[in-house]
């Protein structure tokens, strides 16, 4: 609700006013009262549970991609650096070949 609430009033580059306007010919408006204290301590209480919320999902998310780069880098092997005109071995075991049509001879 409040993803749309922002993006709906939010001035556009192109027209230069808000979606909500260009779509309703009218502005948007907030039906609360800011004078009610209960209100604005409910919605900073609500904000602060989400940052909360998300801060320790950060704080998951970076420690398991931790754990993984571990996991994947104790079975990572050093590889060879290739220079312009190395010679290498090609294997042809899976590549296929197109058959090239054969051309006749004019006689």
């Known amino acids: 609700m409040l993803v749309e609430f922002v993006i ?7 027209t230069k006013v808000p979606l909500f306007m260009v779509n ?19 919605a900073t209480e609500f904000v602060e549970r ?11 998310l970076k420690r398991a991609q931790k754990e993984m780069k571990q996991q994947v880098d104790r079975e990572r092997k050093e590889v060879e650096e290739w220079k312009v005109e190395d010679k290498v071995m090609l294997s042809t075991k899976d590549l296929v070949f197109k058959k090239q049509p054969v051309k006749k001879l004019v006689d």
């Open 8 to 14: 709906s009033n939010k001035t556009h580059l192109t």
């Open 24 to 42: 309703y010919r009218r502005e948007l408006r907030i039906r609360i009262n800011i004078r009610r204290k209960g209100k604005i301590k409910k």
């Open 50 to 60: 989400k940052k909360k919320v998300q801060e320790e999902a950060g704080a998951a």
